[in-house]
C-alpha cells in the first residue's frame, strides 16, 4: 500500500533531517522530490500542486527554520497535511434508524465484495445487516452476492428471473425486507450496476434507484490502482449522485495509491473504508491520520494492536507467553506461534505498523519459507514435536521427504527452534536472578 511513495517520501525527510540548520534552498529541493514522487505515485497534478504549496508556505516560516530541529518540524508539518488530503478524522457511517447504503461504481471496483465486506463488517459490531442483489446487468453479480452472502450469514435479496426494470426490482427488495424473518434487518446494503465507463443510462438509472431508496449514504466503490482516471470518474459520479464517501479497493496490490489523495481531494467526501485484500474479512475503516504514519514509516502501532485483539485469543496469548517464559514450549508451540502470526494477515503489512520498518530497503517476508516450517513441522511425529532432541539424522532424513523440503532446511529450522528456547531459558534465569537482589522488574514478564 503507497509503498513507491512512502520508499520516496522517507528517503527525502531522512536527508531534511540529517541537516543540522535547514534553509529555503533546502526545503525547496525537498519539495521538488516530494512533488516528484506524488506525481509519480498517480496523484493528480493539480492535487499535488496545491498540497506542495501548502506544505511550503508552512515549512518556509521563520519558526520552523529557526527551530532546533527544523527537519523534524517539517516532517511533523508534511504529517499534518497529509492527514487533511487524507481526509482528516476518520468519518463513520450514518447508521441512524434501518439505514440504507448505495454501493456504486464502475464494473471491476469490487461493489459486490465490497458490499458483502462491509456486511461482515457491521454484522461483526453488533449490526443486522441485510444485502440487495440490483445489478440487473450482471447476471454473475446477483450469484456472486448470493455467494458471499451464505458464507458471512448474511440474507440477500435476489430479483426475479429475468428481472430488467432496477426499479421494479427494488420495489420488490422493500417487499422482501418487510417479511418476518427480515424485519430485524437494521442495515441495508444495495449492490448496484456498474459500466466499464460512465455513461448517461447508468447515471440516469442510478439516480431513479437513489430518489426512490433515499439512501442516507451512497459509497462509491474504487479501485486504487486507477491512476488518472480516479479524478474523472469520481466526478462524475459525485456530480449525478451526491457521494457522500468512498471505499478504496485492493489497496493491498497498488504500490502508487494516488487515487486516494486525488479522489478525497476532488469529491471533499471522506474515505471510508479500505479494501487491504481478497479475503472477506480484508477489509477496515479508514483512518487518515493512521495511514499518512505509515507513508511517512512512523508506523501505526494502534492498528497493529488492534488487529491481534481481533485475530488473537487472549488465552491462546497467555497460554504461550507462560511457555516462552518458562522455555518449555516445544515445536508444536513453535507452530502455534507461526500461525498466530499470520492470523494478523501479510506480513508486510503488519511490518509497516511498525515504527521505522518501512526504512528497511530490500526487506520481504517470504511466505513460502514460512510455509516450509510449517510443511516441517506436520511431517514430524508428535512424540519429535515434543521431544526434538530424538531427532537424529534419519528422522530428519524422512521429515525432509515428507514435507518436500531438504535435509538442511530441515537442520536450520531447528538450529533457530533451539536457539529461541535457549534465548528464553536464560532470560528465565536472568529474571530470577534480578529478583533474588531485588533488581527492577522486567517489563512484559511476570
Known amino acids: 500500500m503507497f509503498s513507491q511513495l512512502a520508499d520516496k517520501l522517507q528517503d527525502v525527510f531522512k536527508d531534511l533531517r540529517g541537516h ?50 527544523p527537519g523534524q518540524q517539517i516532517v511533523k508539518i508534511f ?21 440504507r447504503i448505495l454501493i ?58 429475468g428481472e430488467t426494470d432496477v426499479l421494479r426490482a427494488a420495489k420488490a427488495a422493500l417487499a422482501w425486507a418487510d417479511l418476518p424473518e427480515n424485519k430485524n434487518g437494521n442495515v441495508h446494503i444495495f449492490d448496484t450496476a456498474g459500466r466499464q465507463e460512465i455513461d448517461e443510462p447508468l447515471v440516469q438509472e442510478l439516480q431513479r434507484v ?24 469520481a466526478t462524475h459520479f459525485h456530480e449525478a449522485l451526491g457521494v457522500t464517501g468512498l471505499v478504496l479497493t485492493k489497496l493491498d496490490g497498488d504500490a502508487r495509491g494516488g487515487a486516494a489523495l486525488s479522489m478525497r481531494q476532488v469529491t471533499q467526501r471522506p474515505i471510508k473504508f479500505a479494501g487491504v485484500g481478497e479475503k472477506i474479512d480484508q477489509f477496515e475503516p479508514f483512518y487518515p491520520e493512521r495511514l499518512a504514519g505509515r507513508i511517512l514509516g512512523m508506523g501505526d502501532i494502534v492498528g497493529l494492536v488492534e488487529k491481534a485483539a481481533l485475530a ?63 510443511a516441517i513441522v506436520l511431517s514430524m511425529t508428535m512424540e519429535e514435536r515434543h521431544k526434538p532432541d530424538i531427532l537424529n539424522a534419519r528422522r530428519r532424513q524422512r521429515i525432509a521427504r515428507g514435507s518436500g523440503t531438504s535435509v538442511t532446511e530441515v537442520n536450520d529450522l531447528l538450529m533457530r527452534f533451539n536457539q529461541m528456547r535457549k534465548m528464553m531459558k536464560n532470560m528465565g ?18
Open 20 to 69: 543540522g540548520s535547514i534553509s529555503e534552498a533546502n526545503v525547496a529541493e525537498a519539495m521538488r522530490e516530494v512533488r516528484m514522487a506524488l506525481l509519480e505515485a498517480d496523484v493528480h497534478y493539480q492535487v499535488a500542486k496545491d498540497f506542495i504549496a501548502r506544505v511550503k508556505e508552512k515549512a518556509l516560516g521563520e519558526d520552523v527554520l529557526r527551530s532546533i530541529t
Open 312 to 374: 488473537i485469543d487472549e488465552d491462546d496469548a497467555r497460554r504461550m507467553e507462560e511457555k516462552l517464559r518458562t522455555a518449555s514450549f516445544d515445536l508444536t508451540d513453535f507452530l502455534d506461534q507461526f500461525k498466530m502470526i499470520r492470523k494478523l494477515g501479510p506480513l508486510e503489512n503488519i511490518l509497516g505498523m511498525l515504527p521505522g520498518m518501512g526504512n528497511m530497503k530490500g526487506f520481504s517476508v517470504d511466505e513460502k519459507q514460512m510455509r516450509r516450517v510449517e
Open 210 to 233: 437513489r430518489d426512490f431508496l433515499a439512501p442516507q449514504e451512497i459509497l462509491l466503490v474504487a479501485d486504487a490502482a486507477t491512476g488518472q482516471q480516479a479524478v474523472s470518474v
Open 79 to 99: 504529517h499534518d497535511e497529509l492527514t487533511a488530503l487524507l481526509g482528516g478524522d476518520a468519518a463513520p457511517l450514518d447508521l441512524d434508524g434501518p439505514a
Open 429 to 446: 534465569k536472568f529474571k530470577k536472578m534480578m529478583a533474588r537482589s531485588g533488581g527492577p522488574r522486567i517489563p512484559g514478564m511476570r
Open 104 to 161: 456504486v461504481g464502475l464494473n471491476g471496483a469490487g461493489k459486490t465484495t465490497s458490499s458483502a465486506k462491509l456486511a461482515r463488517l457491521l454484522k461483526s459490531q453488533g449490526r443486522t445487516p441485510l444485502l440487495y442483489a440490483l445489478d440487473l446487468h450482471r447476471p454473475a453479480a446477483i450469484e456472486q452476492l448470493a455467494v458471499l452472502g451464505q458464507q458471512i450469514g448474511v440474507p440477500v435479496y435476489r430479483p426475479q428471473p
